[in-house]
């Protein structure tokens, strides 16, 4: 079975500009989230969708957004690219969201990085 | 809020040396606690869990017990491989109303020498 891919692997950007990075679920999966990690730090947690919901968002500017399609694949977006937002952006995906956890399954990420 | 700290690495051992890597964590109700693994160029992988005090996780040699009075979920290998080197990050899930919100450390870096 296929694991849980991102797209693209790696891009590069400039300053202000804008980017979207895709990812698709395990098939079967209806929750994604979304994580940035930066060289030498955990990851951390930006956005959890479930049912094209959103169910958690983290600490981050409204600069980012997400959305999640009928298919269970997902979308971020950041706009206004800083300096600061060069990372890897990791997708993890779940069977459900609920009160109790639920085993999240990450992707190989995508490499962002902003001159 | 939630909270991990783990202990700085890199950590440095020759190949068959007994591992640990210390998680202390800060979490109101009774979080699961989880190791994962990420290997260089590559994203995350669940190594191993606990969901409640006095669980032991347990997968390929690694071992860590979910200590409630000591707020710890310390890593442990009786006898490291090269293949080991890795980055190591421990993390929690609080239980929430919604969301699966993983909160991790900053990660500590093993490498085995041969």
């Known amino acids: 079975d296929a694991g849980v891919t991102q797209s693209p692997t790696h891009l590069i950007k400039t300053r202000g500009q804008q980017v979207t990075l895709r990812c698709s679920p395990i098939?079967?999966?209806?929750?994604v989230s979304w994580y940035q990690q930066v060289l030498g730090q955990g990851p951390q947690f930006i956005f959890q969708?479930?049912?094209?919901?959103?169910?958690g968002r983290g600490n981050f500017p409204d600069r980012f957004s997400a959305r999640q399609f009928p298919n269970y694949s997902s979308e971020l977006n950041v706009n206004a690219l800083l300096l600061g937002d060069s990372a890897l952006y990791l997708c993890?995906?779940?069977?459900?969201?609920?009160?109790?956890?639920?085993?999240?399954?990450f992707g190989p990420g995508t490499r962002l990085t902003v001159l | 809020g939630n909270s991990v700290t783990q202990m700085e690495g890199p950590v440095t051992l020759s190949e068959e040396a007994f591992l640990t890597i210390n998680c202390t964590y800060t979490?109101?109700?009774?979080?699961?606690l989880f190791w994962y693994v990420q290997y260089p160029g590559e994203g995350l992988q669940l190594l191993l869990k606990?969901?409640?005090?006095?669980d032991k996780g347990s997968n390929k040699g690694f071992e860590a017990t979910y200590r409630k009075e000591t707020t710890s979920f310390h890593l442990e290998k009786g006898s490291v491989q090269v293949s080991d080197s890795a980055v190591y990050f421990c993390?929690?899930?609080?239980?929430?109303?919604?969301?699966?919100?993983?909160?991790f450390g900053a990660g500590t870096i093993l490498r085995v020498k041969s």
């Open positions: 098939s079967g999966h209806k929750s």
């Open positions: 979490a109101t109700g009774y979080p699961s």
């Open positions: 606990a969901t409640k005090a006095d």
């Open positions: 993390a929690l899930n609080g239980r929430v109303e919604y969301g699966n919100k993983l909160v």
């Open positions: 993890a995906s779940s069977l459900t969201s609920g009160r109790f956890y639920n085993e999240q399954f």
């Open positions: 969708y479930y049912e094209k919901e959103e169910r």
